[in-house]
């Protein structure tokens, strides 16, 4: 379909995968097996902490929380996928692209939050082992996420007021499979350089504020740490904050690629390849590797896997 200069775009054509014409059902079966093992995975472990006791502390708040927000942003972005990649017409309308992109923005602003808060709560374990339960209280706990979600929302909403408050008069041919910040404005018929420089600044709002919040608390830990006399107790903290920062690695890395590179390095391909990991690979390997890791977590699923098993028909 040809657009021409009056034409207003009411929907977007997904291509993110038209280079792989011949391997979509394949793929199609790959990703879908990725995200039922995905969801199960999160469903354990959410449903462990849940029931078991001994899990209700902070930390284990925190992932729980982590599982949910990766659980839910995978949601919005993967099952679309899984069917335009069987669809003939992999559309989406005007208003669904906006929805997509708030919910999206609003799921991974608030994990960039939430895994700083993450951050604060080793911090206090390990550097205030005796204030610990005083100062990350159920109520402090509550606060920290409520307040992830609220600079999540608040930073969605703002940006993408003004990605779609842009006119979109030309190319309706999205090259991605969703609707995210980069492949929408390159349609834009023209761009507010005041709109790019206060997106781009709310990307690395995002992005940089927790990290180095992030940051200062493990440069407190290390000192922390290697101030105690026993090894097994250096080990024991090493290794609680060892999967976090596997974690922070991972999603800041791939994020500071995706938003805070500088626009003469954009690639359509290489942002569909990264974005694979971070809405199918990331979400069913993060929770994995907080509980594999963890023989407390494994503990625990064996105890309610056993009261499970035990309950009288």
Excluded at 94 to 112: D, E, R, V
Excluded at 167 to 187: T, Y
Aim: charged residues 10%.
């Amino acid at each position: 379909m040809e657009w021409t200069n009056d034409t207003v775009v009411r929907e977007f054509v997904f291509l993110g995968f038209s280079a792989l014409a011949g391997l979509q059902q394949l793929l199609f079966v790959v990703f879908l097996l990725l995200y039922l093992f995905t969801l199960g995975t999160n469903a354990i472990i959410m449903s462990t902490i849940v029931l078991d006791r001994a899990l209700h502390t902070p930390m284990y708040f925190f992932l729980s929380v982590l599982s949910c927000s990766e659980t839910s942003y995978t949601f919005v972005i993967v099952p679309k996928m899984l069917v335009d990649l069987l669809a003939q017409k992999k559309t989406i309308s005007f208003l669904g692209c906006a929805i997509q992109m708030f919910t999206f923005l609003f799921l991974g602003c608030s994990h960039s939050f939430l895994l700083a808060a993450m951050g604060y709560d080793r911090y206090v374990a390990i550097c205030n082992p005796l204030r610990y339960t005083v100062l990350m209280g159920h109520g402090v706990c509550l606060g920290l996420v409520a307040a992830a979600c609220a600079c999540g929302f608040t930073v969605a909403q703002i940006i993408t007021s003004l990605v779609f408050h842009l006119p979109f008069h030309s190319s309706n041919q999205l090259h991605h499979f969703f609707c995210d910040i980069s492949p929408v404005l390159k349609l834009a018929s023209h761009h507010s350089h005041l709109s790019q420089l206060v997106i781009f600044m709310l990307c690395a709002l995002v992005l940089v504020a927790p990290l180095l919040l992030i940051l200062v608390s493990y440069i407190r830990i290390i000192s922390a740490i290697v101030q105690f006399p026993s090894t097994l107790g250096r080990y024991k903290a090493f290794s609680t904050c060892a999967s976090h920062l596997i974690i922070v690695i991972v999603h800041y890395g791939c994020a500071s690629f995706i938003y805070l590179r500088p626009k003469s390095n954009y690639s359509s391909s290489q942002d569909a390849l990264i974005s694979v990991s971070y809405t199918i690979l990331t979400p069913l390997f993060n929770p994995m590797i907080y509980s594999l890791r963890n023989k407390e977590f494994k503990s625990a699923l064996r105890r309610v896997v056993g009261r499970t098993i035990s309950l009288p028909h």
